[in-house]
């Protein structure tokens, strides 16, 4: 993919300072929003590089469109995906059904329909690399405590 490229996330002006202002939240809310903070930026950073969790490319598209990554066409799923809830019991990233139901099969994989897994959460075990991340974002949120 050509890295000047603008797609549905280049031209979203919020987009950039989100993580940010993500982090700056996390600081004085507890471990689990910090927790969802990290997760969501790990969720945008595999739309961005059309990435799984694990590391793993996402099957190209069989009709490449110019200039966008593998899951963003219109950026609905890709906004929709990093959203989170925080309670007492931790943190559940859930608005994928609501703003882009589809979302859940290309998490999957829907084999009837020709549809190959694109996952862009993790599935039970977490990977090195969140692992790393989410337990960095813990480890600095616990002294608020």
Known sequence: MDPTA?????RDPVFPQKRFLDLVGARLLDPATALAVEGAGLVRAGFAQSKAPDGQRWAPLKRPRPGGPVLVRRGRLAAAAPFYLVDRSGFVMSAV???????????SGAPGAN????PFYPDEQLSPGWTIVLSAAADAALPAL
């Open 115 to 118: 549809l190959p897994r694109r």
């Open 97 to 107: 059904d609501r703003i882009a139901p589809y979302g859940r099969f290309h998490q």
């Open 6 to 10: 603008r797609t549905p996330l280049d």
